[in-house]
């Protein structure tokens, strides 16, 4: 979905009937609807979002899966953290959500249930990427090939770095040097055009392959992506710059199926070439240190919803604590505004202390009192019992309290 389209499909969604509260994650691999319902129905949802795209439900049916309560809870905490994802704690996808939840709460759809759920999956994605570093080993190519340079190059933000290609990849890999703040980055293309398109989104310079000698000369790091039909860089030309840079050492490395750089230019001394087939081998291998900290993941967001749960269960009784304040605070008004009119006509301190106090304790315990005599009538005492105890912190002997709930 368009973004216009997705804000109106949320609105759509949540003026359904029973929708108290609704958002829309879409991105380009799911479409997912998170909604607090009134009455825990969410046939009415399914209907809404056919009727939105002109389909039947049972057109859309076998298409999606559903989620209740807790289940759903630790869904969305495992899409946050990236476990739900094609490659494992990929970290786009919580933008995508942040972003989700934005616009679900700037249109009034997304109210204090959803906003606590948000704000609990942005803290467990974050817990699981840093107890568990299940994002610190890249797994794509561009990723793995960035973080070549990091280790490889002693002062990688110093560096001069070519990036030969315009593509998704090249994209890809530019974004990544940008974000690691890797020197100077240049774009090299036969489409100038393309190239300049791309550089100029991340402050990069833009060349045309005809500048490609002088360029591979000047570059500490090489990133090829072309996968043109034959090598775009040839070993005779890595021989001729390392002429021009002397004893400067060189790092090339071929994102490209089929190879970009010719296989000899490794062979160069001062030169290093790392291959797709290379760097694939240590994405593969980040991918297994990846899922090896799933289970460790799993752990961290079954304790998040075990306390997101807690916070529901403590909202539900925050009117009642509201009220049984209100209602201790009224008897303390009316017992104090009585003892001022007592010491106003002259009766003693003390006496009136003490008459204040009594008053008091009778009334806060008159509702509790009345509640232990009815259920004794409806023979549900023990419980009653039990429960009055444990709210009052009530710690007799046990023989007298074996003996009450025996009566």
């Not at 490659?87 to 759809?109: N, Y």
């Not at 989104?201 to 990133?223: C, K, Q, S, Y």
């Amino acid at each position: 979905m368009a973004s216009a389209d997705r804000l109106r499909a949320l609105q759509h969604l949540h003026s359904l009937p029973g929708v108290a509260e609704c958002m829309v994650l879409n991105t380009c691999n799911r479409t997912e609807i998170y909604a607090v319902l009134e009455d825990g129905d969410s046939a009415s949802l399914l209907s809404g979002l056919a009727e939105w795209f002109g389909l039947s439900v049972s057109a859309l049916h076998p298409y999606f899966y559903q989620y209740q309560g807790t289940d759903s809870v630790k869904h969305l905490f495992r899409v946050a953290s990236g476990l739900d994802s094609a490659v494992i704690g990929e970290t786009q996808i919580l933008g995508q959500l942040k972003r989700a939840f934005s616009q679900a709460r700037e249109s009034g759809c997304a109210g204090p249930l959803l906003s606590r759920l948000n704000e609990h999956a942005w803290g467990m994605a974050k817990r699981v990427r840093t107890d568990t570093g299940i994002g610190r080993c890249p797994v794509s190519l561009a990723g793995t090939a960035v973080s070549q340079i990091t280790q490889l190059m002693d002062c990688h933000a110093n560096v001069s770095t070519l990036v030969i290609g315009a593509g998704e990849n090249a994209e890809l890999v530019v974004r990544h040097l940008a974000s690691r703040h890797v020197g100077q980055v240049t774009v090299a293309n036969r489409d100038v055009e393309r190239a300049q398109t791309l550089a100029a989104r991340f402050g990069a310079t833009a060349i045309g392959l005809g500048e490609l000698p002088n360029a591979v000369a000047g570059a500490d790091i090489i990133i090829s992506t072309t996968g043109a039909p034959a090598p775009v860089l040839s070993a005779g030309m890595v021989r001729g710059a390392r002429y021009r840079r002397g004893d400067k050492p060189q790092l090339l490395l071929d994102l490209a199926v089929p190879a970009d750089i010719e296989t000899a230019a490794g062979d160069i001394p001062g030169v290093e070439l790392r291959s797709a087939d290379d760097l694939g081998r240590l994405a593969r291998a980040n991918m297994r240190s990846r899922k090896s900290a799933v289970h460790q993941a799993e752990s961290i967001l079954d304790h998040g919803v075990q306390s997101y749960e807690r916070w529901l269960r403590t909202r539900s009784v925050v009117p009642t604590i509201r009220k049984l304040r209100e209602n201790a605070d009224a008897h303390r008004r009316v017992a104090l505004g009585r003892a001022q009119r007592q010491l106003a006509r002259g009766i003693p301190a003390e006496e009136v202390l003490d008459s204040l106090s009594r008053h008091l304790t009778n009334r806060l315990l008159h509702a509790p009192m009345d509640a232990l005599h009815g259920a004794a009538a409806r023979q549900t005492q023990q419980t009653a019992i039990l429960s009055i105890r444990q709210t009052f912190g009530l710690e007799d002997d046990a023989d007298n309290k074996n003996s009450e709930l025996n009566d």
